[in-house]
């Protein structure tokens, strides 16, 4: 069990720039989560996928974000044009099972100048 | 719309002593799961416990138990005997039997005195 891997671990980007982040879960866990921590707040949930389709998007998740998961397999984030509200931390998560724990990544740090 | 609350920013603990942490949520689901997650500083977000609400028991894992009042919507954190590896940010979670979406609290941020 390698656990929940996402990569880059922190990304520095101008405002306007496209920015793509990766996770790859634990190879057994169908279900996949994505999240946003700001600082001094818990995760709020993005979005979800079991296997390689997309279930459920937060209302957080405006039409600069998105996310594919292709193969069922690792996911993709992509924020297009960020923007200064946009700097978080942005988590990945993965379980086998609804109402099954989700075991967490490091997460990605994004900083937008 | 469900929501978590951690009342307590910030807690501190003697090492070897006793902290409870406490997490109220809102919601009208009658089935539903109760998690604490353990986010030490730099790093993974840790399962610490997990509560399904069809449950009287208080779950129990070593040093972590819970207080669980359903009627109250209370479901309080307990950790015995602390250790200095147990500072970190501790969050209270939820989610709805039926549901996808895991709502946490704000976190309280657990100190340890050696």
């Known amino acids: 069990d390698t656990g929940v891997s996402q990569d880059p671990r922190h990304k520095i980007t101008k405002r306007g720039q496209n920015v793509t982040f990766r996770c790859d879960p634990i190879s057994e866990h169908n279900r996949l989560y994505w999240y946003r921590q700001t600082l001094g707040q818990g995760p709020e949930f993005l979005t979800y996928f079991q296997n390689e389709a997309q279930l459920e998007k937060s209302r957080l998740l405006s039409d600069r974000f998105s996310a594919e998961r292709p193969k069922g397999s690792f996911s993709t984030l992509e924020i297009q044009r960020t923007e200064q509200g946009d700097s978080a931390m942005y988590l990945c998560?993965?379980?086998?099972?609804?109402?099954?724990?989700?075991?967490f990544g490091d997460g990605t740090r994004l900083s937008i100048l | 719309a469900q929501t978590v609350t951690q009342s307590q920013p910030e807690m501190s603990v003697q090492e070897a002593e006793t902290v409870t942490l406490s997490c109220t949520y809102d919601?009208?689901?009658?089935?539903?799961?109760l998690f604490w997650y353990k986010q030490p500083p730099s790093r993974q977000m840790i399962l610490v416990i997990r509560?399904?609400?069809?449950?009287?028991q208080n779950a129990t894992e070593n040093r972590f138990s819970v207080n669980f009042q359903k009627a109250a919507k209370s479901f309080s954190l307990k950790i015995s005997d602390s250790q200095l590896g147990d500072a970190a940010m501790y969050f209270c979670a939820y989610n709805r039997n039926t549901g996808n979406q895991f709502y946490f609290g704000t976190g309280t941020s657990l100190t340890v005195i050696p």
């Open positions: 998560a993965s379980s086998e099972g609804y109402n099954q724990p989700q075991h």
């Open positions: 919601t009208s689901e009658s089935d539903y799961y």
């Open positions: 509560q399904e609400a069809y449950k009287q």
